[in-house]
């Protein structure tokens, strides 16, 4: 199966640059402040630039990505992450279920609708050992609705205000990919994440090295409060 992800990686082949250093640091600071061991699974992992800078952090990594073009071209690129598309994901998922220390997701529950959503928590979750962390990024609820950021050109539909949930498309200024996106409220994700049994036990917002914008990206750190880190869930 393809989806719009197939058609952009072929689209914008190169490094976003810009979104990697304003947010491949913080998910790394989080991802070594709470990991527990160096086992490091990237959920939707795109081009798989952070699978591989996990890999160079000493991390043994495996990375799956819904497109099958976003794999084929992480697996030209990256030589040590495990790059699995998903039949491949599907077919080994039980041998992988409570193995992983860490589990990274960047950008891409806020590119889900509502059901897709609670599948990649649950599915995340299961990948976690008891006292592993889920380190997940997304855009930032709190200024995604403005039109310009240092990361993206924004195209917000008139008339909405923060506490709306609706679609909109984004311009990434670097290579000109365009693509949509959902905003929906902090205090949705909040909700989502309790309702998820997931706990926040930090956030962190992206960088903006220097300049006035506002962070394009927040990073959470949350366990599975049903968990007591001891194998016993
Ligand atoms: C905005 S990109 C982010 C890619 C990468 N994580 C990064 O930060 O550069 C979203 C990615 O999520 C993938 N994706 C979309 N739906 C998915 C799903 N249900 N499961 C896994 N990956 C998915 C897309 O193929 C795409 O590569």
């Not at 939707?44 to 073009?69: P, Q, S, T």
């Not at 891409?108 to 959503?117: A, H, R, Y």
Request: with cysteine; aromatic share 12%.
């Amino acid at each position: 199966m393809t989806n719009e992800w197939d058609f952009i990686a072929k689209q914008a082949p190169e490094i976003q640059a810009t979104k990697n250093e304003v947010l491949n640091p913080i998910v790394l600071e989080l991802v070594k402040k709470y990991s527990k061991g160096k086992t490091l699974f990237d959920y939707g992992c795109g081009w798989g630039e952070f699978a591989d800078l996990a890999c160079r952090e000493g991390f043994n990594v495996i990375a799956f990505d819904d497109a099958h073009e976003m794999v084929a071209q992480a697996r030209d690129k990256y030589k040590t992450p495990a790059f699995l598309l998903r039949s491949e994901f599907e077919e080994q998922q039980k041998d992988l279920l409570g193995r992983f220390d860490v589990v990274t997701s960047n950008l891409v529950l806020c590119i889900l609708g509502t059901e897709e959503q609670g599948k990649l928590l649950a599915t995340a979750k299961s990948l976690l050992t008891d006292d592993g962390v889920l380190v997940l990024s997304l855009c930032h609820p709190k200024y995604d609705y403005l039109p310009d950021s240092l990361v993206s050109t924004r195209f917000i539909p008139e008339g909405v205000s923060y506490n709306d949930q609706f679609r909109y498309e984004k311009v990434i200024k670097e290579n000109g990919i365009r693509f949509g996106d959902y905003h929906r409220p902090l205090e949705y994700y909040k909700e989502l994440f309790g309702g998820n049994e997931l706990e926040i036990i930090e956030t962190k917002d992206s960088l903006v090295l220097g300049s006035n914008y506002s962070p394009d990206f927040i990073v959470f750190a949350l366990k599975d409060f049903t968990s007591d880190g001891n194998n016993n869930k």
